[in-house]
């Protein structure tokens, strides 16, 4: 049985004590100090001090050490165990990557060094800006987007300046987005100052294609779609939707956070996209969660490039450079270039992959997630909405064991943690009640897919045997049943340590 360890680990702020510190430096001798005349060490000029120490931690080395390996043993990690969270993509993220990434050569670059000391990088971004162009049909990429998000918020930039060279700006307000979608997608739109226009999905869990013709006319300015779709379910209409939405004027964009079905199969250029982005931290090679850092790049269709942030890498042949000769660049959207850590990552999986290797990853993580799929459904009251054909995820419904037994998806998911899985993605989309998402990377084992198999045959069982404790769930972690909207609540979320009222009370 598997138990997360439990510590009770106070903050480093409150190990602290007056003097304490991390490792011993070389002291400058007396000697030195006699020739510089003053202490070498504290050589920053009186006027730029500050009034006071800021008020870090005091602590050793092995109390910092301890102190953050601890808490990543009270944790869970894809490094743990398997990550099935659909719409996350929780795939092992190989230590090579890692490796390069952490290369001193790279990380030690300031983003202000003049451009002939950086000719690597620069041929690097280079690159892999035509590596993920190729990926997935564009022309060209911008690298300075950090999320996914952040991504589709450039996207719906450049809609928005393509509309306007067109004189239809005030025109083309609407953005079609589907009932599946992912949530960031309509937020993304309506930051960037659209109304969003929902568009439902058939009985099959595509996007309904009559639905969508009524819906796209003149006032569309573009349609959000990811395909395969949230339920795991491939478009196979896709070339009628791009179809409708371009002859209603609109432009499609491809939200391509979740890559793994396709890369190296289909691509959204030749689906008919104009505008993409991939979350290089769920597909390439970088870990995340706890909110970054990630890169989301943005490609668009050659015309589109005009559009692009500020700067693009250039290349005349002989030099690499920055290139702001952009004719009606939407501006810059990240300081600097962007996570360059997490471009880093993604070329090293690229090239440690090659076009075969990254078709593999593709196949591998359908057949994985069809397995999995395909046992849960043979011997679990698990239900599957919708048909039955699946890309790299699919969503359950708890529905029947819920009216049958009274547990929860939330429930199942939370049970699953106490035997060293995470849980699946619970209540998205939101068009399967009590919905379990599940997504089965390229990177498990045969013996870790069939452990999480067994974890939903098991589930199944005690929601008869023994509710109860799957609605009191998690027992073998480091923190038990959390209440869920008090913890997201932002009245209620303290982030400060010293705040009096909040220490010593359980958040
Ligand atoms: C994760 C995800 C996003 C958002 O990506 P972030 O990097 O978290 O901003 C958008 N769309 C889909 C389908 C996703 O799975």
């Known amino acids: 049985m598997f138990h997360q360890a439990k510590w009770d680990e106070p903050l480093l ?4 004590a007056a003097g304490k510190k991390g490792h011993n430096p070389i002291r400058p001798s007396d000697i030195e100090r006699k020739v510089v005349g003053h202490d070498p060490w504290n050589n920053v000029p009186r006027a730029l001090l500050r009034n ?11 109390e910092v050490v301890r102190h953050f390996t601890r808490l990543s043993q009270e944790n869970f990690a894809v490094d743990l165990g398997i990550y099935p969270l659909g719409s996350c993509t929780m795939k092992y993220n190989p230590k090579v990557s890692e490796a390069i990434a952490q ?8 983003p202000e060094q003049d451009e002939s000391t950086v000719q690597g990088i620069l041929a690097l971004l280079h690159r892999l800006d035509e590596f993920l162009a190729e990926i997935t049909g564009m022309s060209r990429m911008s690298l300075q987007p950090v999320a996914g998000a952040a991504g589709e918020y450039l996207g719906a930039l450049i809609m928005r300046a393509y509309h306007k060279s067109k004189g239809e700006l005030e025109q083309r307000r609407e953005m079609i987005i589907p009932d599946s979608a992912h949530g960031t997608n309509p937020a993304s739109a309506a930051m960037a100052g659209f109304n969003v226009v929902v568009v439902p999905s058939n009985s099959e869990g595509t996007v309904d294609l009559e639905a969508l013709r009524k819906v796209a006319g003149p006032k569309t300015a573009g349609l ?50 104009d505008i993409v982005h991939l979350n290089l931290h769920k597909t390439f ?5 706890g909110g970054g850092p990630g890169a989301g790049p943005v490609g668009v269709r050659k015309d589109l490039e005009q559009f692009l942030p500020v700067p693009l890498v250039g290349f005349d042949g002989k030099k690499y450079f920055f290139d702001y000769e952009v004719p009606h660049s939407v501006g810059k959207v990240t300081a600097f270039h962007g996570n ?68 929860r998806a939330l429930d199942i998911g939370k049970r699953m943690l106490d035997w060293g899985l995470h849980s699946p993605t619970v209540y998205f989309p939101q068009i399967v009640e009590e919905a379990m998402m599940v997504e089965a990377p390229e990177t498990e084992s045969l013996r870790d897919l069939d452990e999480l198999v067994e974890a939903f045959i098991r589930v199944g069982k005690e929601a008869d045997s023994d509710p109860e404790r799957l609605r009191s769930a998690p027992h073998n972690t480091s923190v038990g049943r959390i209440d869920e909207v008090k913890a997201s609540h932002p009245k209620t979320l303290t982030l ?11 958040l």
Do not use: C
């Open 13 to 16: 702020i409150e190990r602290s």
């Open 52 to 62: 006071g120490l800021p008020p870090l931690p005091e602590v050793s080395e092995p």
């Open 103 to 110: 290369n001193p050569k790279l990380e030690k670059i300031h």
């Open 224 to 273: 959000m779609i990811t395909n395969p779709n949230t339920l795991g379910i491939f478009e196979k209409n896709v070339l009628q939707i791009a179809e409708a939405v371009h002859d209603a004027g609109g432009l499609l964009y491809y939200d391509g956070a979740n890559f793994n079905a396709i890369l190296g199969k289909v691509r959204p250029g030749d689906m008919g996209f």
């Open 285 to 289: 090679a970088t870990p995340h969660g």
């Open 340 to 407: 360059i850590g997490v471009l880093v990552r993604a070329y090293a999986y690229i090239l440690s992959l090659g076009p075969d290797g990254l078709k593999a990853v593709a196949e591998t993580a359908v057949l994985n997630t069809n397995y999995v799929l395909a046992k849960v459904l043979e011997r679990t009251r698990f239900e599957l909405p919708f048909s039955r054909r699946r890309k790299h995820e699919f969503v359950l419904s708890a529905k029947k064991i819920n009216e049958q037994t009274g547990v």
């Open 496 to 506: 400060k340590w010293n705040n009096p009222s909040v220490r010593g009370k359980t």
